[in-house]
T-cell receptor, first 112, second 115 residues
Framework: GENVEQHPSTLSVQEGDSAVIKCTYS??????FPWYKQELGKRPQLIID?????GEKKDQRIAVTLNKTAKHFSLHITETQPEDSAVYFC???????????FGTGTRLLVSP | DTGVSQDPRHKITKRGQNVTFRCDPI?????LYWYRQTLGQGPEFLTY????????KSRLLSDRFSAERPKGSFSTLEIQRTEQGDSAMYLC?????????????FGPGTRLTVT
């Protein structure tokens, strides 16, 4: 089955810096890759996603890139703000099975 | 609030007791998922419904776990004879029906503590 690895497990940056979180997946049939932000004690919130027919997607300060050949995808956050501090999870799924397989999470800390 | 809702938000139970959780998906969503999340980990898939049909169950789901979605709307997850290892956050998610994989929106979760 699918296996998703995520790095780093923790990431500390200064406000205004960029942050990059990377994930790799094992199942070449996976074609949908969402990213979730989870604040302490709250539900995972979908922040951006990408499908396998697209190489890059942007939404304001957030972007996701996908390399199907290498089977990895990344989350890029620019101009980080303290409110970006949270745990971020990547995930993968394919059309046939629908379930999301999550990475182990990255704790992002943005210091003022 | 038109998002996914779950009840109860917290449940403390003694080992060996049965517990049942409820999930109400977003009204126009026909797909419903249950996940389990332990501290410091990502959510793990448990089971998935499309309308009232349970289409997939994880091997993680022992025979003590059962889920239903009788009318294709709300769903219940029951754990029988709870064990301390069942302590976790149980998350429900829903997604609309499209021909390809679609976004899943999560509820606030039910935190289960087995003493």
């Amino acid at each position: 089955g699918e296996n998703v690895e995520q790095h780093p497990s923790t990431l500390s940056v200064q406000e205004g810096d960029s942050a990059v979180i990377k994930c790799t997946y094992s199942d070449s049939a996976s074609n949908y890759f969402p990213w979730y932000k989870q604040e302490l004690g709250k539900r995972p919130q979908l922040i951006i996603d990408i499908r396998s027919n697209v190489g890059e997607k942007k939404d304001q300060r957030i972007a996701v890139t996908l390399n199907k050949t290498a089977k990895h995808f990344s989350l890029h956050i620019t101009e980080t703000q303290p409110e970006d501090s949270a745990v971020y999870f990547c995930a993968a799924s394919n059309t046939g099975f629908q379930k999301l397989v999550f990475g182990t999470g990255t704790r992002l800390l943005v210091s003022p | 609030d038109t998002g996914v809702s779950q009840d109860p938000r917290h449940k403390i139970t003694k080992r060996g007791q049965n517990v049942t959780f409820r999930c109400d998906p977003i009204s126009e969503h026909n797909r419903l998922y249950w996940y389990r999340q332990t501290l410091g980990q990502g959510p793990e898939f448990l089971t998935y419904f499309q309308n009232e049909a349970q289409l997939e169950k994880s091997r993680l789901l022992s025979d003590r776990f059962s889920a239903e979605r009788p009318k294709g709307s709300f769903s219940t997850l029951e754990i029988q004879r709870t064990e301390q290892g069942d302590s976790a956050m149980y998350l429900c998610a829903s997604s609309p029906k499209f021909r390809v994989s679609s976004e899943q929106y999560f509820g606030p979760g039910t935190r289960l503590t087995v003493t």
